[in-house]
């Protein structure tokens, strides 16, 4: 959600009041991560994170379009996100699909949101 430029990030225990606090904190300019999210995001700057097996074979661009098709987008929202021509975006599909061995792109995004749900980009 960083990365897709969110500017904050609580988990689903945050109690109702503190929440409004953040989105307040938000609207106002300011950043918000979570004490919890900031500990684990150190710890895996710090011990380095292991790309999983599976995306290894993966260029940076396919993951990233993989990781779009895990968000459910269409080939032409990707395109639009990437600045990128949809037959392009396709054609990557096309490709990370052969890769990963799958024949659906909804395969693909079950795969996506398992093991990118635990090594986050």
Same mark, same amino acid.
């Given at each position: $959600?960083?990365?897709?430029? /969110? *500017? %904050?990030?609580? &988990?689903?225990?945050?109690?109702? #009041?503190?929440? +409004?606090? $953040?989105?307040?904190?938000? /609207? *106002? %300019?300011?950043? &918000?991560?979570?004490?919890?999210? #900031?500990?684990? +995001? ?16 993966? #260029? ?62």
């Amino acid at each position: $959600a960083i990365m897709a430029g /969110a *500017a %904050g990030y609580v &988990l689903k225990q945050i109690r109702g #009041t503190d929440l +409004v606090d $953040a989105v307040r904190r938000v /609207a *106002a %300019g300011q950043s &918000l991560l979570d004490p919890a999210v #900031t500990q684990r +995001v150190l710890e895996r700057i710090r011990n380095g994170v292991e790309q999983p097996r599976e995306l290894a074979s993966l #260029t940076d661009q396919e993951r990233r379009i993989l990781e779009f098709v895990a968000e459910g987008l269409t080939n032409r929202e990707i395109a639009g996100r990437m600045f990128l021509a949809e037959k392009t975006v396709k054609n990557y599909v096309s490709s990370l699909l052969a890769k990963l061995g799958l024949e659906r792109r909804t395969q693909a995004a079950v795969l996506a949101t398992k093991l990118l749900g635990e090594h986050p980009h």
